[in-house]
């Protein structure tokens, strides 16, 4: 009774749970999500994760908050985030059906039942990734019916995770081309095709791995004997450990790179403990891409081990972050060692509004400034001081900068331009003055953070002075 009592309020309370959310669905709809997830602020991510994964377990439209999600956060962050929720929802409801019925399960199942389980049980991960791509069943009740199943936890969610993720994206697409669609973006055309594209890939895809899976199993290996009764050909060809570490070791280090970004932007943390955790990230990596290659040498095909798949995904996992490090590292040694540019070296602009109103420094850093970057001159347009400042403002407003001041009668415009991901804070100062009988454009651009900026702050300013030439209908030299 003491075993029977938890069991049987854990199923009232998740039968009440579903009915409630069954009745007042109709107000669950993506305008809702936007309001909830807007008024939570910095912490509207991790709301949306929650109602995400508790959607999932009260069997809630799943569909409607992956397309809200890439309407809300954009293609990358929708992703992450549609992803994580699903995968926490599904984590739950396998949980919860293990917890509530597998035992049952086990103690009454017939003999052809149970063939059927020992046969999922033994395909693992293979299984779960076989319906993942190919979603015979609706997913909310798929969760619950694994977790009826022996399938490892770890196996479970890992599998989850990583195949879900082509038809996450591309659903995430398809809410943002969406959300671009109403509001009038450019690109309109360009999305929708992309979005198109995606979806016929997710749909291909399960076709494509099953062709190659038949192609592989047509060589001379021998079956399992449970083979017979498994709902796919096991093979008794052994995994490339290294492809499976290097895919492991990429995945762990690629979040710890990317929360400690998040978090160091959202302001969880400073940003001095994310750098040194991108770093070691870094260096596991490279780990990773080194076993991935070797799981790719002893997985190709016609080897004797299996895991190219893995490999490949490891490859895809590891490589971003190890091409950032390089990125990262040769800027530092091919940009000179400064952090405050400017158009004018010998009278910058001035930032009156910012926490700190420092001069440009000049002297050595004008030097180096004028070796590193000589294109970096004033614009001159052929426009009165007022018409060029009301084109400065917009390409301010454009660039997605945070507008700190502005003062019209003085042509001086101070924004805030903010890294995606650690949110580091270089500050923008923008003159317009009269010259001769048009107008001359001087921009400033300094790092809050560092003594360096890897050449950020010049290719900051010559974007926004060929914005502005643009936008004059010039070209800026």
């Known amino acids: 009774m003491t075993r029977i009592l938890p069991r049987l309020l854990l199923v009232l309370a998740l039968l009440a749970a579903i009915a409630a959310a069954i009745v007042w669905r109709e107000r669950f709809d993506a305008a809702a999500l936007q309001a909830w997830v807007q008024g939570a602020g910095t912490a509207g991510p991790l709301l949306f994760i929650a109602v995400y994964a508790l959607a999932t377990v009260l069997f809630l439209p799943g569909s409607v908050i992956t397309l809200a999600g890439g309407a809300l956060f954009g293609p990358f962050w929708g992703t992450l985030w549609n992803l994580s929720g699903a995968t926490l929802g599904a984590a739950l409801a396998f949980l919860i059906a293990r917890y509530l019925g597998a035992d049952w399960v086990a103690r009454r199942a017939g003999p052809r039942l149970t063939r059927l389980n020992e046969g999922v049980a033994a395909e693992g991960w293979r299984f779960v990734a076989f319906v993942r791509l190919v979603p015979l069943f609706p997913f909310n009740l798929l969760n619950y019916a694994l977790g009826l199943t022996r399938v490892p936890f770890g196996a479970y969610v890992l599998a989850s995770a990583l195949f879900m993720l082509p038809g996450t994206f591309a659903y995430t697409w398809l809410g943002y081309a969406g959300r671009e669609a109403l509001a009038g973006g450019e690109g309109l055309v360009r999305n929708g095709l992309i979005?198109?594209?995606?979806?016929?890939?997710?749909?291909?895809?399960?076709?494509?791995?099953?062709?190659?899976?038949?192609?592989?199993?047509?060589?001379?290996?021998?079956?399992?004997?449970?083979?017979?009764?498994?709902?796919?050909?096991?093979?008794?060809?052994?995994?490339?450990?290294?492809?499976?570490?290097?895919?492991?070791?990429?995945?762990?280090?690629?979040?710890?790179?990317?929360?400690?970004?998040?978090?160091?932007?959202?302001?969880?943390?400073?940003?001095?403990?994310?750098?040194?955790?991108?770093?070691?990230?870094?260096?596991?990596?490279?780990?990773a891409l080194v076993l991935s290659f070797t799981g790719l040498v002893q997985a190709r095909p016609g080897a004797r081990r299996r895991g190219l798949v893995l490999a490949v995904l490891g490859t895809l996992a590891s490589l971003p972050l190890v091409l950032m490090a390089i990125q990262w590292e040769y800027a530092t040694r091919a940009y000179p060692p400064i952090n405050d540019i400017s158009t004018d070296t010998q009278d910058a602009p001035v930032f009156w509004d910012m926490p700190i109103a420092t001069d440009y420094p000049g002297g050595a850093v004008a030097e180096q400034q004028r070796a590193a970057y000589p294109d970096l001159v004033p614009l001159q347009l052929a426009l009165a001081p007022a018409q060029a400042y009301e084109y400065a403002l917009a390409v301010v407003k454009e660039q997605g900068w945070e507008i700190v001041s502005t003062a019209p009668e003085e042509g001086r415009i101070e924004a805030m331009a903010r890294s995606r991901l650690y949110g580091f804070v270089d500050e923008v100062a923008v003159r317009v003055s009269a010259e001769g009988s048009g107008a001359k454009v001087d921009v400033r651009s300094r790092s809050r953070t560092g003594r360096i900026d890897r050449g950020v702050n010049a290719k900051r300013i010559r974007a926004y002075l060929a914005a502005v030439a643009a936008q004059a209908g010039q070209i800026h030299k």
């Open 195 to 287: 979005a198109l594209a995606l979806l016929a890939a997710t749909a291909f895809l399960p076709r494509w791995i099953g062709r190659l899976r038949a192609a592989r199993s047509t060589g001379p290996l021998t079956h399992h004997p449970e083979s017979e009764t498994s709902p796919m050909t096991v093979i008794s060809r052994p995994y490339s450990h290294p492809a499976l570490a290097g895919l492991l070791l990429g995945l762990i280090t690629l979040t710890i790179a990317v929360i400690g970004g998040i978090g160091a932007r959202q302001g969880w943390w400073h940003f001095l403990p994310a750098l040194q955790w991108a770093e070691w990230a870094a260096y596991g990596a490279a780990l």
